[in-house]
């Protein structure tokens, strides 16, 4: 064991108190796993995980009691006796409390068999070495590195490696593969990129159909969290190739390749798709810490919708941008005078959605519908920088879009991709006409909540009809009225064109208007 900088880690009063009641009840324990890890980074981190050689039930009770005596307060603990684990609160970190143990695992399951252990026996179990370091909470060496594996060398060179045989580790765990490609993801930086090691990336080609005993739910939640990094497109690239894509998300891999007709190839649409979500990513980080984006919420009675600054990212507008072309190759055909095209991708890939959705166990809730509402848009505001930006056709789009506007526009700007620096400007330098076509339109019209002035009490009142096919009909031509411009969004306007209209239908007002 070495000595170790803990300054502004270690030195956390919880730490000192976990010692003491460590050792009033006579045993070991000891700060393990991301906590340690996050250390070494620079990274702050308030989920920490603390091993002991004995009961952690035991010693969260014992650090609680402690904490009441000396600061008059009782902090919330959680027991949860099935893990034999422990959560405890304190001033704003979550402190998991677990025995050491070691595990064995059957073929058919992920779940281990369980028995108590020392502390080299638990780091044994962990999945990678950077996250099997730990620091002593003994009085005797308090902060001293317990490191078996060379997790601090594998920290500072960015090596994601196994502390066991890695085929041995993946095949105990298989959701461990998916691990390693998450961390490999999020802790990668330009200055400091992490590479998982080749014998594990060859153990996890070998181990990929041992994904199939894994919950759907288990590897969504990865997904998501890869989703949420920084840089999202290095953990898809390392799924193509190690193949476990085709285990997750077939269909992406359907995007692959590009094919040639008389010297006439498309884009490489998988790239473009990884490249798409990278750009989403910084555009909306970038949106955030300026405080420029807004979410809508619903009332806290139900009626009506609150406008909130967003402080953390949009995982479903990451999704959105995932699956954006995900109809491209249903939809993609060759015409010897433009070459390829991939007319109505958006609306086959909207098809997909829940599709996609559903072989994952994900829910066909809301988010579901903000996924494949975006994925059907999101070649609207693109084609209106082809074309003329009129009012008429911004109009249709705030009125289709709502209040995922902003989303969408963030999406459609992450899409403009090509080797072409200069037709890349030429087009973003369009798409900001869009934009302020899009809040002028917006500020005359108010069309992105729009209400249709005329409703259906009214006509059935001015007419005197039952409800019917005709009612619907003059509400559509009221909406499309004020979608052209023909009319404004106003009530008078509205009712005037109402009666013409009905009028042409052979409908005679009511006893209401006379």
């Known amino acids: 064991m070495t000595q170790t900088i803990t300054q502004g880690y270690l030195d956390r009063p ?16 000891f700060v393990i796993g991301g906590y340690v890890r996050d250390c070494f980074l620079g990274t702050p ?21 402690l904490v009441a005596r000396t600061e008059g307060r009782h902090p919330h603990v959680s027991f949860f006796k099935n893990f034999g684990t422990a959560m405890l609160k304190y001033h704003g970190a979550e402190i998991e409390f677990v025995g050491a143990r070691r595990e064995s695992y059957r073929h058919d399951s992920r779940k281990p068999l369980v028995e108590d252990g020392t502390l080299e026996e638990d780091q044994l179990r962990r999945d990678f070495t950077i996250n099997a370091m730990a620091f002593s909470l003994q009085e005797e060496d308090f902060g001293a590195l317990v490191d078996p594996f060379g997790g601090i060398r594998d920290l500072a060179e960015g090596i994601i490696r196994t502390p066991l045989e890695p085929e041995q580790t993946y095949s105990d765990d298989p959701l461990r593969m998916l691990r390693a490609i998450r961390f490999a993801t999020r802790l990668s930086t330009p200055e400091h990129p992490f590479r998982i090691v080749p014998e594990s990336l060859a153990a996890m080609r070998k181990m990929r159909d041992r994904l199939e005993i894994l919950s759907k739910e288990r590897i969504v ?27 997750i998300l077939p269909d992406l891999l359907r995007l692959k390749g590009v094919e040639t007709v008389d010297g006439k190839g498309h884009k490489e649409i998988f790239s473009h798709t990884l490249q798409v979500v990278d750009n989403l990513v910084a555009e909306e980080n970038a949106c955030i810490a300026a405080g420029t984006l ?3 919420l619903p009332e806290e009675d139900g ?15 990451r999704w959105a941008a995932l ?33 996609i959705f559903d072989s994952l166990r994900m829910p066909r809730n809301e988010k579901m519908k903000f996924v494949q509402k975006l994925v059907s848009l999101h070649h609207r505001p693109i084609a209106l920088v082809d074309s003329e ?33 200069a037709k890349v400007s030429r087009v973003k ?76 239908l052979g409908l005679e007002q009511h006893v209401l208007d006379r």
Request: aromatic content about 6%; some cysteine; proline content about 4%.
């Open 429 to 504: 330098a369009n798409f900001e006409l869009v934009r302020r076509k899009l809040t002028e339109v917006e500020a005359k019209d108010e069309i992105r909540n729009f209400k249709n002035p005329i409703t259906g009490e009214y006509i059935m009142a001015l007419f005197g009809i039952p409800p019917c096919r005709t009612i619907g009909v003059l509400k559509d031509y009221i909406k499309e009225a004020i979608l052209d411009g023909r009319i404004g969004n106003d009530f008078a306007e509205a009712d005037r064109l109402l009666k013409e209209k009905a009028a042409e």
């Open 221 to 247: 939640e990865e997904l998501n969290k890869i989703l949420l990094t920084a840089a999202p497109s290095g953990g898809f690239r390392l799924m193509d190739e190690t193949g476990l894509l085709e285990y």
């Open 45 to 65: 981190n308030d989920d920490i995980d603390i091993v002991v050689e004995g009961s952690g039930i035991a010693l969260a009770e014992a650090v609680a009691a």
């Open 389 to 421: 930006v009129t009012d008429s056709a911004v109009r249709r789009l705030l009125f289709d879009a709502g209040n995922d506007i902003d989303d969408l526009m963030l999406l459609c700007n992450a899409d403009i991709t090509s080797k072409n620096p």
């Open 14 to 29: 919880i730490f000192s108190i976990i010692s003491q009641a460590a050792r009033q009840m006579g045993v070991r324990a």
């Open 323 to 355: 699956l954006h072309d995900v109809g491209k190759p249903a939809s993609k055909r060759f015409d010897p005078q433009v070459g390829w095209t991939f007319h109505g991708h958006e609306v086959i890939g909207a098809k997909m959605v829940p599709k």
């Open 294 to 296: 807004n979410d809508y």
């Open 303 to 317: 009626d009506g919708v609150r406008t909130v600054v967003r402080t953390a990212p949009n995982l479903w507008l």
